[in-house]
């Protein structure tokens, strides 16, 4: 197999997105291509074909190879949990914790398991594309890196480095990582990109040849800005914000500190009938709200504790009393109950949490992590339902009598005695059309016949043709490592 990383000269450069679109290119040409990062920084997980978790650009990047996600596509996925510390997740499983000063320490150890599974998937492809984490300039994090070129030098995979023009500076993004990289690091990249063009690339001539002398790397091309990137998963939760309307039934989802999982809402953006608004810190929910979303969350208990400080628990008893709905999913769903205990400390000092009172159950929290696909029919509309569940905690209480769901013949979830308060472990429900369609007329919005999966392959499709108009591909493959 060949092999090839796109490192970024900065984070948020583009780098997933261009993974992606190389990908579904390559794999147009008739090559087995795979993703692979080896690790990430996410709360926004998806559940793996072998049941494990990985990072969802990850996932969406399988799904441009016309495959399934696999936890040998992002073998160490780092979870926040706190401004100072992190699950670590190993091959899709639960490694630990560490505060991140100390995971410097800890990374070296996780290199086996990283070329592990970038073997072990590179067995079955043509072509390994493999995305960085951050930028290869924080030098001060290159000991022990399995992130960029540690990975690199340790995998013998060339590097291509992207440059993000329309945050500017893009010819000192791209000369000054040359400038700080070790200079074996240095002859590990072997080409750049420009990405996020807006306007007629031509008049980038000069700089693209200025950066190609000044480094005596390649140019592989001048990627202009993608005005459809909105229409796929969304990488950060703020990606929501650019898809928010006015009109038709108002959904708005609570940007909690730890929000995860936040790609449920992917499906209702592109919703014609409904805006997506997510409300930030120090917002008051809009009066003229229909919806309200209580997202998954990292650290439930801490996360209750930031709802609270925004004054949200108030907002939300204002917005019931003016006859609103609200949905919780997953950490959302446990922060409507009346307790959360958490006995063995799993999040926190042992102990027993307040909830918001607004549905009738208890949750208890474990050390067991539950990490499944699951398909059932939604209660009641009697539509199937497929997605996924991660989360700690079992809930209990009288309001699951009238459960959201029923998976393989048991009740799932919650439901108030009003039916105005709804609550559910379950992940990535609305990808599903015919539940989708069904619990929006149910909450008063008129479906629009959205095939929300079919339109993710064709913005994908779109990408990739945007990638090949810009990109040498011949001379990127030709750059790839044989492996």
């Given at each position: 197999?060949?092999?090839?990383?796109?490192?970024?000269?900065?984070?948020?450069?583009?780098?997933?997105?261009?993974?992606?679109?190389?990908?579904?290119?390559?794999?147009?040409?008739?090559?087995?291509?795979?993703?692979?990062?080896?690790?990430?920084?996410?709360?926004?997980?998806?559940?793996?074909?072998?049941?494990?978790?990985?990072?969802?650009?990850?996932?969406?990047?399988?799904?441009?190879?016309?495959?399934?996600?696999?936890?040998?596509?992002?073998?160490?996925?780092?979870?926040?949990?706190?401004?100072?510390?992190?699950?670590?997740?190993?091959?899709?499983?639960?490694?630990?914790?560490?505060?991140?000063?100390?995971?410097?320490?800890?990374?070296?150890?996780?290199?086996?398991?990283?070329?592990?599974?970038?073997?072990?998937?590179?067995?079955?492809?043509?072509?390994?594309?493999?995305?960085?984490?951050?930028?290869?300039?924080?030098?001060?994090?290159?000991?022990?890196?399995?992130?960029?070129?540690?990975?690199?030098?340790?995998?013998?995979?060339?590097?291509?480095?992207?440059?993000?023009?329309?945050?500017?500076?893009?010819?000192?993004?791209?000369?000054?990582?040359?400038?700080?990289?070790?200079?074996?690091?240095?002859?590990?990249?072997?080409?750049?990109?420009?990405?996020?063009?807006?306007?007629?690339?031509?008049?980038?001539?000069?700089?693209?040849?200025?950066?190609?002398?000044?480094?005596?790397?390649?140019?592989?091309?001048?990627?202009?800005?993608?005005?459809?990137?909105?229409?796929?998963?969304?990488?950060?939760?703020?990606?929501?914000?650019?898809?928010?309307?006015?009109?038709?039934?108002?959904?708005?989802?609570?940007?909690?500190?730890?929000?995860?999982?936040?790609?449920?809402?992917?499906?209702?953006k592109l919703e014609p009938g409904v805006s997506v608004q997510m409300l930030r810190p120090g917002e008051a929910l809009?009066?003229?709200?229909?919806?309200?979303?209580?997202?998954?969350?990292?650290?439930?208990?801490?996360?209750?504790?930031?709802?609270?400080?925004?004054?949200?628990?108030?907002?939300?008893?204002?917005?019931?009393?003016?006859?609103?709905?609200?949905?919780?999913?997953?950490?959302?769903?446990?922060m409507l109950g009346r307790l959360i205990h958490d006995p063995e400390g799993i999040e926190g000092a042992p102990g027993?949490?307040?909830?918001?009172?607004?549905?009738?159950?208890?949750?208890?929290?474990?050390?067991?992590?539950?990490?499944?696909?699951?398909?059932?029919?939604?209660?009641?509309?009697?539509?199937?339902?497929?997605?996924?569940?991660?989360?700690?905690?079992?809930?209990?209480?009288?309001?699951?009598?009238?459960?959201?769901?029923?998976?393989?013949?048991?009740?799932?979830?919650?439901?108030?005695?009003?039916?105005?308060?709804?609550?559910?472990?379950?992940?990535?429900?609305?990808?599903?059309?015919?539940?989708?369609?069904?619990?929006?007329?149910?909450?008063?919005?008129?479906?629009?016949?959205?095939?929300?999966?079919?339109?993710?392959?064709?913005?994908?499709?779109?990408?990739?043709?945007?990638?090949?108009?810009?990109?040498?591909?011949?001379?990127?493959?030709?750059?790839?490592?044989?492996?």
């Open positions: 197999m060949r092999a090839i990383m796109i490192q970024g000269a900065g984070s948020n450069v583009g780098k997933s997105l261009l993974v992606a679109g190389l990908a579904r290119a390559f794999t147009r040409q008739g090559l087995r291509v795979r993703p692979f990062k080896p690790q990430n920084m996410s709360n926004n997980a998806a559940v793996t074909v072998d049941g494990g978790e990985i990072g969802r650009a990850q996932a969406l990047q399988a799904l441009a190879c016309g495959g399934e996600p696999h936890t040998d596509m992002n073998p160490v996925l780092l979870k926040p949990e706190t401004d100072t510390g992190a699950q670590i997740v190993v091959q899709g499983k639960r490694w630990g914790t560490a505060r991140a000063r100390d995971y410097s320490a800890i990374k070296p150890r996780l290199m086996a398991p990283v070329l592990e599974s970038f073997r072990r998937l590179g067995a079955d492809a043509d072509l390994v594309i493999v995305e960085g984490a951050g930028s290869p300039a924080e030098v001060n994090l290159r000991s022990g890196d399995i992130a960029n070129m540690g990975f690199a030098r340790a995998a013998g995979v060339p590097v291509i480095l992207a440059g993000d023009i329309d945050r500017g500076g893009v010819i000192a993004q791209i000369i000054g990582t040359q400038a700080v990289l070790d200079p074996d690091d240095a002859a590990m990249v072997k080409g750049f990109l420009i990405n996020k063009f807006r306007g007629d690339p031509r008049l980038f001539d000069d700089g693209y040849a200025m950066i190609a002398a000044r480094t005596g790397w390649r140019g592989l091309g001048v990627v202009p800005w993608f005005p459809q990137a909105h229409r796929l998963p969304a990488e950060d939760a703020l990606d929501i914000a650019g898809a928010e309307r006015r009109g038709g039934l108002r959904i708005v989802c609570l940007q909690l500190a730890r929000i995860a999982n936040f790609d449920d809402l992917d499906p209702l809009p009066g003229d709200t229909d919806l309200v979303i209580l997202p998954g969350s990292k650290s439930t208990v801490g996360d209750l504790a930031f709802l609270r400080a925004q004054g949200w628990d108030i907002d939300l008893a204002a917005h019931l009393r003016r006859g609103g709905r609200i949905l919780g999913l997953c950490g959302g769903y446990q027993t949490t307040q909830g918001l009172g607004l549905l009738d159950i208890e949750t208890t929290m474990s050390a067991d992590k539950r990490l499944e696909r699951v398909e059932g029919r939604h209660q009641q509309s009697g539509s199937p339902i497929s997605g996924y569940e991660i989360h700690l905690g079992r809930s209990e209480g009288p309001d699951r009598a009238r459960p959201f769901a029923e998976i393989d013949g048991q009740p799932e979830g919650a439901m108030s005695a009003d039916g105005r308060v709804v609550g559910t472990y379950l992940h990535g429900l609305f990808g599903e059309d015919g539940f989708r369609s069904a619990w929006l007329s149910g909450i008063g919005a008129a479906p629009s016949g959205l095939r929300y999966g079919a339109e993710v392959q064709v913005t994908l499709d779109a990408l990739a043709d945007h990638i090949e108009s810009a990109v040498e591909l011949d001379a990127l493959l030709g750059l790839a490592a044989e492996l």
